[in-house]
């Protein structure tokens, strides 16, 4: 069992920055994929941003790519998510997720069921 623990979410001004963190239980926890994924009110689950077991491969949607940027320390068991010039529309609860193995590839990383494991959220309230 793996324990996910988001914290960092926030009321900011659009513009800002802020910066997204997970805890992980997992006792082997670079064996793990990690993802970041945000849902706003009366919306789906939207896929934010993963990465695979060493952090080498990144993936993004394309709506924060160039603005986010997802990090893991396997040394500390953390996953990040640095989110720069904010805007009212990332205004969302987000979500950690982990996925034990398997594939790594965007199709995968991106979908919200290929994931074992979810923390509680966090919420970011982004003002205009």
């Known amino acids: 069992q793996v324990q996910l623990i988001e914290s960092g979410g926030t009321l900011v001004q659009a513009g800002d920055s802020l910066r997204l963190s997970c805890a992980a239980s997992a006792r082997a926890f670079n064996t793990y994929a990690m993802g970041w994924f945000r849902q706003a009110p009366g919306e789906r689950r939207e896929f934010v941003a993963a990465?695979?077991?060493?952090?080498?491969?990144?993936y993004y949607s394309d709506s924060v790519k160039g603005r986010f940027t997802i990090s893991r320390d396997n040394a500390k068991n953390f996953v990040y998510l640095q989110m720069n010039r904010l805007k009212p529309e990332d205004t969302a609860v987000y979500y950690c997720a982990a996925r034990l193995m398997g594939g790594s590839d965007l199709a995968t990383l991106s979908s919200a069921p290929k994931y074992d494991y979810w923390g509680q959220g966090t919420q970011v309230t982004v003002s205009s």
């Open positions: 990465l695979n077991w060493n952090g080498a491969t990144t």
